[in-house]
């Protein structure tokens, strides 16, 4: 499967952004997808992931409350919706696919697709 990122952008603290990742060369519904990011000079961290069906979600604590991760497997996207977004979201964002569809991982070594990532930066 092929995952693209778009959505990523400049935006003040305080505001908001959605990110999608369109998947294709596959039937998605098969995967959970999840959201994770690395920031410069850090390690990629998870953010969000969700099963296959949307029935289930799982998010870090950093941006429970601010982010929702929500799914529409007839358009075969994934979106992120973040708010109230603080200069340590900054990062490049990366969606990924994973072939167990009933589990949410945080775990990156779960996930068997990457798309390229697109960049999240908030200013202060």
């Known amino acids: 499967v092929q995952l693209q990122a778009s959505g990523g952008g400049l935006v003040q603290a305080g505001g908001s952004l959605r990110l999608s990742c369109v998947a294709s060369?596959?039937?998605?519904?098969?995967?959970?997808t999840g959201w994770f990011r690395q920031a410069p000079g850090k390690e990629r961290e998870f953010v969000a992931a969700?099963?296959?069906?949307?029935?289930?979600?799982n998010y870090a604590d950093s941006v429970k409350g601010r982010f929702t991760i929500s799914r529409d497997n007839a358009k075969n996207t994934v979106y992120l919706q973040m708010n109230t977004l603080k200069p340590e979201d900054t990062a490049v964002y990366y969606c990924?696919?994973?072939?167990?569809?009933?589990?949410?991982?945080?775990?990156?070594?779960?996930?068997?697709?990457w798309g390229q990532g697109t960049l999240v930066t908030v200013s202060s």
């Open positions: 969700i099963t296959w069906s949307g029935d289930s979600t």
């Open positions: 060369g596959a039937t998605f519904r098969r995967y959970s």
């Open positions: 990924a696919a994973d072939d167990g569809p009933f589990r949410p991982s945080e775990r990156p070594y779960d996930y068997e697709y």
